[in-house]
């Protein structure tokens, strides 16, 4: 099995004991968080294949940390847990597309998270703020054009940016972002087109980043 890191959410106590034990015989590495809201605070750098979500400290999260939960939920395998400790066992519930079906821990990690690419947290959260942005196509021709846009959604990962112009799936482009002060290009890949005038939506192009430096990736998230 390849190197798995998984990371647990669960408050101190016997159930988080049990899942660390269980993790360790798993010889699966591993970090430790009470709560969803510190997790962004001191492991948001960490690449990581799965979570498990105590059940425990999931009913008594706030609900802005229950948000955050939902956001790992859209982008990584979870198991929720909950510790039996009549008969020291373990439950588990897969939760979200990434999953699996199992409710095994054992077949989580080995199954689910041992074949998972391996993710930080901080591309989780996107930023709604209105950043200005430069948008460069270049065409087999030679022609470089350059598009002035602006941001409605931004990430580590990627963002949404304004374009009427012509975009197709597939289209490389090279993305300037004004407000940060590590202006390199960042070599970009166009992952969906929002066509002008087809629907009532925001017309634009949702960009997957390609080689986003860590002092940019760091300024994104200063900016959320």
Do not use: H
């Not at 990371?7 to 159930?15: A, E, R």
């Not at 750098?45 to 802005?64: E, P, W």
């Not at 993710?119 to 948008?135: D, K, P, Q, Y």
């Not at 270049?138 to 022609?143: A, H, R």
């Amino acid at each position: 099995m390849s190197a798995v890191r998984i990371l647990i959410v669960c408050m101190q106590g016997q159930s988080r004991e049990a899942y660390i034990k269980a993790l360790d015989e798993l010889n699966v590495e591993y970090d430790v968080v009470d709560n969803f809201g510190d997790t962004f605070k001191k492991f948001n750098k960490i690449s990581y294949n799965g979570f498990l979500f105590d059940v425990a400290t999931v009913v008594r999260a706030k609900a802005k940390d229950k948000a955050e939960a939902n956001l790992f939920i859209e982008r990584f395998p979870v198991l929720r847990v909950n510790y039996r400790a009549s008969d020291e066992v373990i439950r588990g519930i897969p939760v979200g597309k990434f999953s699996g079906e199992s409710k095994l821990l054992e077949d989580f990690v080995r199954k689910v998270c041992s074949v998972f690419p391996a993710r930080s947290l901080r591309g989780s959260r996107t930023s709604s703020r209105v950043l200005n942005v430069l948008l460069r196509k270049e065409y087999s021709s030679g022609f470089i054009s350059i598009e002035k846009s602006v941001t409605f959604d931004i990430s580590e990962e990627g963002g949404f940016f304004f374009s009427v112009k012509k975009w197709e799936e597939g289209d490389p482009l090279s993305v300037v972002v004004k407000e940060l002060a590590d202006r390199t290009p960042i070599l970009s890949i166009v992952r969906k087109v929002q066509v002008w005038g087809e629907t009532d939506r925001l017309p634009g192009i949702e960009v997957r980043f390609l080689n986003l430096t860590e002092a940019q990736a760091d300024q994104i998230e200063e900016l959320m």
